[in-house]
């Protein structure tokens, strides 16, 4: 059997682990934290478990589903979704249910959405190399404006500047007549009705499969940074590690990275063009700051999405509507999450005072309420789909290509804005090319997923 190492024990590098140690081959995971699951594990805050915010289990693959729900086994809670929108001062259903919005609009307002649709069906933009020519094509200006053009300004930067990559990735639907169409008919699954989440916070999950690993004789090793990549003859030869101030070295048949792919270059000493591309390919950090309330409960809803301007954070979540074993009882945890990168640089107790003021302003809460709060912030939370990212990132994907006995798959390591479960079905699907010899080049070209909501 083959001797395998996983760079990073997330979702996707634990999945692959797993699979891998499972059918009996040599499986080694270098983590660079001191915990698994990356943004998807949960940690111990005083007498609360937190989560690196949000997270849920749903998806449409129903192996990925079947897999998930084994491995929590008890542990896995199940709940009808509940998510809300803010918008023109007051709250609607999530995913936006149009005939509510356009109710509350006004018929003048109605109308004016309609024939704006109208004219960029007649007179469409000749070039949709950007979010915003993508999306006003397909919703017409007025309804971009309303819905869409504030939200990426606060999560991804000027719509301008983005890829439409990124409307195909995160618009569950193509264009307003399907929305229209989809609201008779109910043709096409918009979001998640049911979701499950692990009853003592999400980390349940990474730290489920990570046993799984172990008893299969895998080794994870953490607090493990990669240092180095070498190579010879098209194939990889060895890993250079730190840990524990001790440098060590991995001599692996196979290497599956989930690492960031821009970070990859350097660490196989690349060609300066490929080190050029990697500072192309960026991911947007993000903030969060959790408030500690001394109530039992704030929000019926799990979510609530702020796409104006005029708020600094864009969601708001109340953890304990997840599961009600992660806070005391009487006290209950709202997160508040900041992706602006206008704003993201600023300095943590700016960035509190803000959206506590602003969150006071909705009359959910008395500042008082809140006793305690925190703050932390991730660096590569989301990739950041900027226009012509995907020269750079084929140059890279072209360049790693070439080694012979290496896969990069992930959310970090293929650039993608993919979920937890699509995580998981990445890290099965590298395996699977270990396990039975295929190619890592034809199996990726027929992936593809559906973020739903």
């Avoid at 009705?193 to 999950?205: A, R």
Wanted: aromatic residues 12%.
């Amino acid at each position: 059997m083959a001797k395998v190492a996983v760079l990073g024990a997330g979702i996707t590098g634990l999945s692959c682990a797993m699979k891998l140690s499972e059918a009996g081959h040599d499986v080694t995971v270098l983590e660079k934290n001191n915990f698994v699951g990356g943004p998807a594990a949960s940690f111990k805050y005083k007498d609360f478990i937190l989560d690196y915010g949000p997270h849920k289990i749903f998806t449409q693959m129903p192996e990925i589903q079947k897999e998930m729900l084994g491995l929590l086994g008890d542990n896995a809670l199940a709940m009808p979704k509940k998510s809300k929108i803010h918008l023109f001062g007051k709250f609607f259903s999530y995913p936006v249910k149009f005939a509510e919005v356009f109710f509350n609009l006004g018929a003048w307002q109605c109308a004016k959405c309609l024939l704006s649709y109208a004219v960029s069906k007649l007179n469409p933009r000749a070039t949709e190399d950007n979010y915003e020519s993508y999306l006003v094509n397909r919703f017409g200006k007025q309804i971009y404006g309303l819905l869409f053009e504030s939200y990426a300004k606060k999560v991804w930067g000027s719509p301008q500047l983005l890829s439409s990559e990124l409307a195909k990735a995160r618009i569950v639907v193509p264009n307003l007549l399907s929305i229209i169409t989809n609201a008779v008919f109910k043709t096409k699954t918009l979001s998640s009705d049911i979701i499950y989440y692990p009853k003592f916070g999400f980390g349940m999950m990474p730290e489920a499969i990570a046993g799984r690993v172990v008893k299969s004789s895998g080794k994870i090793l953490l607090g493990a940074k990669v240092k180095s990549i070498k190579k010879h003859d098209g194939k990889i030869t060895e890993i250079e590690y730190l840990r524990n101030e001790t440098v060590s070295t991995l001599k692996p048949d196979f290497v599956v990275s989930t690492i960031p792919i821009n970070q990859l270059p350097s660490l196989f000493s690349a060609p300066d063009e490929f080190e050029k591309s990697a500072k192309e390919i960026r991911y947007q950090a993000m903030a969060i700051i959790y408030l500690f309330v001394n109530k039992d409960k704030v929000l019926d809803e799990h979510w609530i999405f702020f796409p104006e301007s005029k708020f600094t954070f864009n969601r708001i979540a109340e953890l304990k509507n997840f599961s009600p074993f992660i806070a005391p009882e009487g006290k209950t945890v709202l997160t508040l999450e900041i992706t602006n990168p206008e704003l993201i640089n600023e300095s943590d107790a700016v960035l509190t005072e803000a959206c506590l003021k602003e969150f006071l302003a909705l009359g959910l809460l008395a500042k008082e309420d809140i006793y305690d709060t925190l703050f932390l912030r991730a660096k590569d939370a989301y990739p950041a789909y900027k226009k012509d990212f995907e020269v750079h990132l084929n140059k890279i994907t072209a360049y790693l290509d070439g080694i012979g006995n290496f896969i990069s798959t992930g959310r970090q390591g293929m650039f993608n804005y993919n979920n937890t479960d699509h995580c998981m079905d990445l890290g099965f699907k590298a395996a699977d090319c270990i396990i039975n010899n295929k190619d890592w080049k034809q199996v990726r070209k027929g992936i593809s997923y559906q973020i739903i909501d």
